[in-house]
């Protein structure tokens, strides 16, 4: 086997993964949940962001020459999100329970960004049903979770948008910035990446950058930083306590996604990529003599959850990539090179299929906030983005590709 990093080993791991996917497409079309067995978890609810997730996966896989499959594949996952639909209200809900009825009735950023990510993807892929999704999703994102007197995005609303969730989130507008800068992307509409700098400008420019390039993740509904927030809850899935060196790579990476998009960028962006990846690295990495990064830090930047997430390693390699190539800096290319080797080693599951998506700080596969391997989305991503440049979005590069004769289905 090639190197982990280089180009073949890469695309090695792509068809392995994939795989491992196709395993959990259901008779119907729609996505289960990778079990640590490399198979459908039937008992685990439905997620709408999963299923974006392994959507977009699947169009770009698609788009790549990598899947003979992928263009039906995703097709299905873009019809399946009208399991989630609320004829009733607008939007769609947050989650289903394992026989489809809803569970989570509330209508969150986090999973509409998610959705309009693959429906962005699958649009520029010319799948059907696509593009009408997209336009549904630009519309109620637009109405309902972007603000305008604040610059970012609200966090979520109960069923019927009459209550919206005093909360505001950074991982939320994180994902709304990938998600806008594919839409405007994929759409023209140069609006989406406007407000994808508006969010950058707020959480990076003045927060990350007030706090030691170190981003604050929880909020109050004015915008004051809640540093003690979920105290008590170390492994929530998606608000646990304290800083997130993880999301410090993975808003690295779209500051330099947001430089290369942008026809007159702020110089803000890469510095801030620059300091939000030399942080981080600094923070996480081994700082308690093992191998891999560490999952959150205190207020007083100290270790809190010593777990190693499967998406932190994934970020800071694309991050490191983007930044090398960004910047012609040699120092990222090398710095990444045993962080290619941990995600060999330690993350792929090499002998069931998927990547793990939990580690202890033993470095063993641990369930203490996820069970399974749910998605594929930053791994496949992992895999992909060396080979791309930052901008535009990937599906609109590799359809660009595939239309002048490039890598196809």
Partial sequence: ????????????????????????????????????????????PRFPYISARMTH?????????????????????IASFADWADPAHGGWYAALDPAGRPLDRNKAAYEHAHMMLASSSATAAGLPGAAELLAALCETVARWFWSDDEGATLESWNEDFTEPEPYRGANSNMHSVEAYLAAGDV??????????????????NRFARGNGWRIPEHYDAKWHPLPDFNRDRPFDRFRPCGTTPGHSFEWSRLCVNLAATLPDPPSWLVEAAIGLFDTAA??????????????????????????????????????????????????YADIAKPWWAFLDEHIIDH????????????????????????DMYHCYQTLLFPSLPSSPCAAVILARRAADGGAGD
């Fill in 282 to 331: 600094a923070d996480a990495w081994a700082v308690d003599g093992r191998s891999g990064f560490i999952y959150t830090l205190d207020s007083n930047h100290r270790p809190l959850n010593p777990a190693r997430m499967h998406w932190v390693v994934c970020e800071a390699i694309m991050a490191a990539d983007a930044l090398h190539r960004r910047t012609g800096d040699a120092h």
């Fill in 1 to 44: 086997m090639s190197v982990p990093g280089a180009e073949e080993w890469r695309a090695e791991q792509a068809q392995a993964l994939l795989a491992t996917g196709r395993r959990i497409v259901r008779p119907d079309g729609r996505f289960g949940w990778i079990s640590d067995e490399g198979t459908d978890d039937e008992t685990q």
């Fill in 57 to 77: 996966v699947w169009a770009l896989a698609h788009l790549n020459g990598d899947a003979p499959d992928g263009a039906k594949i995703a097709a299905d996952g």
């Fill in 351 to 374: 002998t069931r299929g998927g990547w793990w998506n939990e580690l202890s700080a033993q470095l063993t596969p641990t369930h203490d906030s996820w069970a399974g391997k749910p």
């Fill in 187 to 204: 759409t023209g509409d140069p609006v989406w990446h406007a407000r994808a700098l508006s969010m950058a400008e707020l959480l990076i």
